[in-house]
């Protein structure tokens, strides 16, 4: 049957995830030209609340020079796209940044003058480094490498700038950008319910099969509120569950990493831009401690709009994986770590006030068939998969969002070249 048969028949569409790739895929599905409500029900199932995993506690940087090539530039654009049409500068702090690499020495906390609120020196924790500082991999080497070393701009003036060594430009406001990642992924959610999409609150337990586990049938979740058990008939399935998607396809090549972030409002506003640190910390970084050589660490710090600064640290694997995001825990020992290291080289931030201290799981791709992300068709008839983004499912939620619609709707993707991309989920085995 061609694939514009197939939408003039009844189609129970359901997503199981409402991070950013579950709700930017209801969206798209609700713009799709074949969509109608009257035949086509789409239903987003999502275990805790929208955008409570990774979704709503990632950095929110979006660039052109990020990967993979095949769908970067499509969801790039898209991101433009949608702050134009529904307002995003106001609604999700979309806008072009400045990113650049630093090399900075830090301070001794001790010698931070001023005190800063809520800042207190963290107590040093036992240390297995293979397991605590794990790199979040968002720079390719290719990428690094193609950008040439500059003076530090003018106006990023929010660093103790004597103990700046060297900042290279990675990216534009041309060709880099960043929403506030919750604000985002919360209000596509929003725009896919205006237009019929429906959001049930439940954890989905198991997919149910016919023709031999050859086909979808049906799904049961456990609803939220009471705790019962709920099938409903599905034609079609699409798993968008991040780091959780082994729970129902446990031959996923998809892993988790734990990492912790942190958001400061800073004493005075400060210009954006988007910073991968690497700092040298001075040897007894904090008052007391007994180490002797100098450490090295290297947060991510950007700036957003409405006066306040995101940063995360490098990612973990000491404790696994929750059942649900409602359960992930928050080491605040990690989140003052991140605290400190901002306090080192900045005077904004040293004086500013921590407003969040939280972790999620980054969903990894682990196999010899590619890096990912996986997303289209599954070998099983009516089985869709769109998951294992890693550190840049903010900047290619849209496009995967679009990409999904259309093999739903078209039976193919035509927005951007992914089957034999590396992306296909049929070469990785499911
Ligand atoms: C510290 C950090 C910083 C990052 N910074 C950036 C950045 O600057 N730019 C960028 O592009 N990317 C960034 N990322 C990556 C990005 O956050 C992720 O790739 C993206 O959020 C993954 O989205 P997702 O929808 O696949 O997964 P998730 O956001 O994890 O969503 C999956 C959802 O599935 C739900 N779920 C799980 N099990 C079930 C079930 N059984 N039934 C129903 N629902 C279920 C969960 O509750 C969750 O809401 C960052 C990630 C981290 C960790």
Redesign the pocket.
């Known amino acids: 049957m061609p694939p514009s048969a197939a939408s003039q028949e009844k189609r129970n569409i359901v997503i199981?995830?409402?991070?950013?790739?579950?709700s930017t895929t209801a969206y798209f599905l609700t713009r799709h030209p074949f969509y109608n409500p009257s035949l086509h029900s789409i239903h987003l199932?999502?275990?805790?609340s929208?955008?409570?995993?990774?979704?709503?506690?990632?950095?929110?940087?979006?660039a052109l020079w990020?990967y993979p090539s095949s769908i970067v530039p499509l969801s790039f654009r898209l991101h433009e796209e949608l702050a134009k049409e529904h307002g995003g500068e106001k609604r999700w702090g979309y806008r072009g940044v400045s990113c650049g690499q630093l090399d900075i020495k830090g301070r001794r906390l001790g010698d931070a003058t001023a005190g800063g609120k809520g800042n207190p020196p963290a107590v040093n924790p036992v240390h297995d480094e293979a397991k605590e500082r794990i790199s979040?991999k968002?720079r390719s080497n290719d990428s690094y490498q193609a950008h040439q070393a500059a003076g530090v701009p003018e106006d990023l003036d929010w660093l103790v700038d004597s103990n700046i060594q060297s900042y290279d430009s990675m990216g534009t406001p041309e060709n880099t950008a960043q929403v506030h990642?919750y604000q985002f992924t919360t209000s596509m959610a929003q725009l896919a319910q205006e237009k019929g999409a429906e959001i049930i609150l439940?954890?989905?337990?198991s997919i149910n099969y016919k023709d031999n586990d050859n086909a979808v049938e049906s799904i049961t979740?456990m609803a939220k509120n009471t705790n019962t058990p709920t099938t409903v008939p599905t034609t079609d399935i699409i798993l968008?569950?991040?780091?959780?998607t082994q729970?129902?396809l446990p031959h996923a090549p998809i892993s988790a990493?734990r990492?912790h972030?942190i958001t400061i409002r800073p004493s005075r506003p400060c210009s954006a831009y988007a910073i991968f640190t690497s700092i040298t910390l001075p040897p007894q970084f904090r008052p007391g401690a007994k180490n002797k050589r100098p450490q090295h660490v290297s947060p991510e710090i950007?700036a957003r709009p409405n006066n306040e600064l995101y940063a995360?640290g490098e990612?973990d694997t000491l404790v696994p994986l929750p059942p649900?995001?409602a359960e992930v825990a928050v080491d605040e020992s990690r989140c003052q770590d991140i605290a400190d290291y901002c306090s080192a080289i900045s005077d904004e931030l040293r004086d500013g006030e921590i407003l969040t201290r939280q972790a999620?799981?980054?969903?990894q791709v682990e196999s010899r068939a590619g890096s990912g992300p996986l997303m289209g068709k599954t070998s099983i008839k009516g089985l869709f998969l769109a998951?294992g983004?890693?550190?840049?499912?903010?900047?290619?939620?849209p496009g995967t969002g679009k990409l999904m619609s259309e093999f739903v709707f078209d039976g193919e993707a035509g927005s951007a070249r992914v089957e034999g991309a590396g992306l296909d989920p049929r070469n990785y085995g499911l």
């Open positions: 199981v995830g409402g991070g950013i790739i579950g199932i999502e275990a805790a929208v955008a409570s995993g990774a979704s709503g506690k990632a950095g929110g940087l979006l990020a979040l968002k990642p439940g954890s989905v337990k979740y968008t569950l991040g780091p959780w729970s129902l990493l990492a972030s950007y995360c990612g649900t995001s999620c799981y980054l969903p998951a983004h890693t550190c840049w499912g903010i900047q290619n939620g």
